[in-house]
């Protein structure tokens, strides 16, 4: 199959491009990206798609005059293409690790698919880097995640405005060096992909080499079939894991924290666990990124640790146990301004409230025939019953403001809102986010706690109603 051909299959089967897709190409001169760009470009004429393609690159100036020539080299082929050329001098460069230039090249990426409005940001990465990155994580320890080797798509983050694509990941190097050839393309030879130095090339120069010479000449379709056997069992575990993520998430107005009630996630299989860590280290973050094995391992032990015990993991995310719960915040950012909450509520019905991704679902039940002891024990969290005919209408849901107080169910005396959530261990600044439902602007219920003794369910009762308060993104 030609190389036109197998981008073509593999953009199908990932559903990587639609019509008039805004699409940035990382493109350092070299063939793999020069065979990117000039195959979307021949892909959107044949198919009719339309694309729009920007060519991307940042000089890390790493390599002097070299470097500058492979600039001049990409602006000389986006002219040769007719395609806009986004282009920029790496301002750190002082910082010379092939991780650090690599974190700062897609950094720029994401930037200008940002600026430009970009659906996709392309890169070039094919067949032969997959394989090479699959042996070179065995080798520095990895998980199932980490044996899917190069993913062909994700979203950038979470919710998926910008996604990556890897048009090429089908494509072997001699593919492509034929395709090259065919289409009369020049290319940059980048010398420091022979540069041993790395251990990259160290596993792509010297390691893959000896394995299919003295142990097994198929070891790079051995490698690949490992890739997608991972890949497949990873995505049925993914699926399982972010469902409960969602069920058992404590998220609030403030995207950079998140908490998971240790007894939820102790019930959980090892494999979950440690992909419900990995799902909160991404919700705080907004993107999706590996950790090692390792660290997952040391995030779960702070679970097990006592009060107060933390973790700083890098970019800036701390992980802190605090009461029940395991507490991931990112560190070092811009304050969040506190979103306010103040709503009525409808009764009964069911209302959402966007900026604070609440729904509210209220329904009205008759006493006489209703079995209370049959679900009352099963109720959520972030769902209650009361005494309809105690409560004063319009019932409103706002966070809880200075001098709130109630009579806890169960207890006989008023006790601030304040010093109730510190006696339960909610961090300082998380009590803000919590919703209450208040009557006459008094609380009556200090949502995902415990409701005022007031409204409660008594023998007298003749009307309940039934409230449930919970992230307008979970079933």
Known sequence: MKLLDRVRATVAEHEMLAPKDRVVVGVSGGPD????????????????????????????????????????????????????????????????????????????????????????????????????????????????????????????????????IRPLIDVTRPEIESWLAEQGLTHRKDSSNSDTHYFRNRVRLELLPLLERNYNPNVREALFHLGEIAAQSSECLQA?????????????????????DLELLGREPAAIRSLLALEAVRHVTGEFR??????????????????????????????????????????????????????AIRIPGTMEIPHFNLKVETKVMEREGTDLSAFLPMKKPDQEYMDLDKLTHPLRLRTRRPGDAFIPLGMRGTKKVKDFLSDNKVPADERDKIPILVMDDHPIWVVGYRIDNRVRITRKTSRILEIRVKPADRN
Do not use: W
Request: charged share 35%; hydrophobic share 40%.
């Open 33 to 164: 990206s020069v065979a990117l760009v000039s195959s979307l470009q021949r892909l959107s004429e044949e198919d009719g798609l339309r694309l729009k393609l920007y060519v991307c690159h940042l000089n890390h100036k790493t390599r002097g005059a070299e470097s500058d020539a492979d600039a001049r080299f990409v602006y000389e082929l986006s002219r040769q293409l007719d395609l806009p050329c986004l282009s920029s001098n790496d301002e750190e460069a002082e910082e010379r690790s092939e991780e650090a230039m690599r974190n700062r090249r897609f950094r720029y990426f994401k930037e200008r698919a940002r600026e430009v409005k970009a659906t996709r940001l392309a890169l070039g990465h094919h067949r032969d880097d997959r394989i090479e990155t699959i042996l070179h994580r065995v080798i520095r320890g990895t998980g199932i995640l980490g044996l899917r080797g190069i993913p062909a798509r994700r979203p950038l983050q979470p919710e998926g405005r910008v996604d990556l």
């Open 240 to 260: 399982a894991a972010h469902a409960r993520f969602k069920e058992i998430a404590l998220t609030s107005g403030d995207p950079t924290v998140v908490s998971l």
């Open 290 to 343: 590996e950790i090692s094995f390792r660290q997952v391992q040391d995030v779960l032990a702070v679970g097990r640790g006592e009060e107060g015990t933390a973790l700083d993991l890098a970019d800036g995310v701390r992980v802190q146990r605090e009461g029940a719960r395991l507490r991931f915040l990112r560190v070092g950012v811009k304050e969040v301004v506190p979103i306010v909450l103040d709503e």
